[in-house]
Nanobody, 125 residues
C-alpha cells in the first residue's frame, strides 16, 4: 500500500512562492497519474493539478494556470507543486493523491486511491 507524505506548506505573503513535495513510500508511483487537491476552510476538496505517469502531460484548474507547476521525479518517488504568485484564496490544506486507473485530468476525488495527510498553506494579504 502506497503511503504519501506532503510537506512544504507554510505561511507566506500574497505574491510569494512555496514548493510542496509529496513523497511516496511502500510502493512505486511511477506507473500512475498523480494529482494535487486542496481544501479551503469551510469548503469541499477541489482539484488543483494533475500529471501523467511520465510527467509529459499536465493539467490545471483554471484558477492556478500560469501560477502553479506540477512535476514529478519518478526516481525519487516524489511529486511536486511549485506555487508562485500566491493569493489569499489559495489558502487551503493541500493533498496529493494517486490515480491508479484514471487520467491526469480526473477532477473527481472519488477516483483517487491513496491520499496523504495534507499540508497547510496560508497566504496572507
Amino acid at each position: 500500500q502506497v503511503q504519501l507524505v506532503e510537506s512544504g506548506g507554510g505561511l507566506v505573503q500574497a505574491g510569494g512562492s512555496l514548493r510542496l513535495s509529496c513523497a511516496a513510500s511502500g510502493g512505486t508511483i511511477r506507473n500512475y497519474a498523480m494529482a494535487w487537491f486542496r481544501q479551503p476552510p469551510g469548503k469541499e476538496r477541489e482539484f488543483v493539478a494533475g500529471i501523467s505517469w511520465s510527467g509529459g502531460s499536465t493539467y490545471y484548474t483554471d484558477s492556478v494556470k500560469g501560477r502553479f507547476t506540477i512535476s514529478r521525479n519518478n526516481a525519487k518517488n516524489t511529486v511536486y507543486l511549485q506555487m508562485n504568485s500566491l493569493k489569499p484564496e489559495d489558502t487551503a490544506v493541500y493533498y496529493c493523491a494517486v490515480n491508479k486507473w484514471g487520467t491526469l485530468s480526473d477532477v473527481d476525488d472519488g477516483k483517487y486511491d491513496n491520499w496523504g495527510q495534507g499540508t497547510q498553506v496560508t497566504v496572507s494579504s
